[in-house]
């Protein structure tokens, strides 16, 4: 089948579909036995994603299962990092680890943009794989974290709930932070073109922290540098569809987001109001989510009447389905079935 005719890049092109296409933000994870088996196999997290054909096992499993109408490669938003030269572990149970940045000493440690396809090579390998595996109806995400999200990471060395040493890095060292982005922006266009020119169909842009940014730190660290990586691929490539997601700003954040990116989709999380997306959202571009990933683990008629709300509210525009966020561990893999059931009964 060709790109154009897949429902999602269908959906992603402004088509308002009877059934909107669905998929699962961490589709491939550790609530399918499946996926434990391969990890154990691989050895751990890190070693799964440098695979390619055990990351591509991995990323084929919840399609089988379920048949959804996307896949989105295995790998993780941490690589481009440790690409740049930063250490990076993941402590089972906690969370990744990663070398801290907070000097001019510690950026100027790191390589430069173009110094990352070594390290990533086999990522791109994943992708050719899954071109050639996947259904020919399904359709096929790449991925990178947005500057800023990343940016958090490499700084605290950690997951924070505040990223208050991201933000004390930007106040106090403004140039090195300042650096930072721009290196992880020059990294992504980088990785993201070379996941393009391997097969990727579509790229999602991650921004999971931009909620703690505020208006003028948001459009400047958050809305800026995505702007400026769906302008350099859309040169190179006008065919590619490209989903943000800025989760957890502002109503008026994500609108401002949306309209300034010229991004094809916005996915939001379920803490937005659907009647204020299907007005404001759905009126200028696609909208993807917004199902609270919690009702995967609790099930039941919650389940299946919130699937319903969420297709009924978005039926009069272009829509993909999807969760707020990614499924957790103790999701029930039939929930998954049920919510598909749902969608597309
Ligand atoms: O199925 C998919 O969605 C594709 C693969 C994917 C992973 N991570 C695999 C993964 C994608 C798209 C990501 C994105 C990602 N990674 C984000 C942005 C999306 C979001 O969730 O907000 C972020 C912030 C990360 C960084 C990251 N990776 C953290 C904080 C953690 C630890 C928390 C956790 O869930 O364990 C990871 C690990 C990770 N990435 C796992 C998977 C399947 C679990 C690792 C394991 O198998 O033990």
């Known amino acids: 089948m060709d790109t154009a005719d897949k429902l999602l890049i269908r959906a992603l092109s402004g088509e308002t579909l009877e059934t909107p296409p669905v998929w699962m933000m961490r589709?491939?994870?550790?609530?399918?036995?499946?996926?434990?088996?391969?990890?154990?196999?691989?050895?751990?997290?890190?070693?799964l994603c440098y695979n390619p054909e055990l990351a591509t096992e991995v990323t084929l499993q919840p399609i089988r299962r379920y048949g959804f109408d996307a896949a989105i490669l295995f790998a993780d938003i941490l690589l481009i990092p440790q690409a740049l030269g930063a250490?990076?572990?993941?402590?089972?149970?906690?969370?990744?680890?990663?070398?801290?940045?907070?000097?001019?000493?510690?950026?100027?440690?790191?390589?430069?943009?173009d110094d990352v396809h070594e390290t990533l090579s086999p990522i791109y390998q994943t992708v050719r794989n899954l071109r050639e595996a996947l259904p020919p109806e399904t359709a096929l995400i790449g991925f990178a974290g947005a500057p800023w999200t990343v940016a958090t990471y490499m700084i605290a060395g950690r997951g924070t709930p505040d990223q208050a040493p991201a933000l004390a890095l930007m106040n106090?060292?403004?140039?090195?932070?300042?650096?930072?982005?721009?290196?992880?922006?020059e990294a992504t266009i980088?990785?993201?073109?070379?996941?393009?020119?391997?097969?990727?169909?579509?790229?999602?842009?991650?921004?999971?922290?931009?909620?703690?940014?505020?208006g003028f730190q948001f459009a400047k660290y958050a809305t800026r540098p995505t702007a400026r990586?769906?302008?350099?691929?859309?040169?190179?490539?006008?065919?590619?569809?490209?989903?943000?997601?800025?989760?957890?700003?502002?109503?008026?954040?994500?609108?401002?987001?949306?309209?300034?990116?010229?991004?094809?989709?916005?996915?939001?999380?379920?803490?937005?109001?659907?009647?204020?997306?299907?007005?404001?959202?759905?009126?200028?571009?696609?909208?993807?989510?917004?199902?609270?990933?919690?009702?995967?683990?609790?099930?039941?008629?919650k389940l299946v009447s919130e699937t319903k709300r969420i297709k009924a509210a978005f039926a009069g525009g272009p829509h993909i389905f999807n969760l707020g966020h990614g499924i957790t561990p103790d999701a029930d893999p039939d929930n998954v079935s049920r919510m598909v059931d749902a969608l597309r009964s």
């Open 27 to 47: 589709q491939a994870g550790r609530y399918l036995p499946e996926y434990r088996e391969t990890r154990a196999k691989a050895g751990d997290f890190l070693k």
């Open 229 to 301: 990586i769906v302008s350099v691929l859309r040169e190179e490539y006008p065919h590619v569809k490209i989903i943000g997601f800025p989760r957890g700003t502002s109503n008026e954040g994500i609108l401002n987001y949306t309209k300034t990116t010229e991004i094809d989709a916005v996915a939001i999380g379920a803490d937005v109001d659907a009647d204020w997306a299907v007005e404001n959202l759905q009126s200028i571009t696609c909208v993807q989510g917004n199902l609270d990933q919690s009702l995967l683990v609790s099930g039941g008629e």
């Open 87 to 113: 250490d990076l572990w993941f402590v089972t149970g906690e969370g990744p680890r990663l070398s801290t940045i907070t000097s001019k000493a510690d950026f100027n440690k790191l390589s430069d943009a």
């Open 190 to 214: 980088q990785y993201l073109v070379e996941q393009i020119k391997a097969g990727a169909e579509v790229v999602k842009i991650f921004d999971s922290w931009a909620g703690v940014l505020s």
């Open 172 to 185: 106090e060292k403004p140039a090195v932070f300042d650096a930072l982005i721009e290196l992880i922006t």
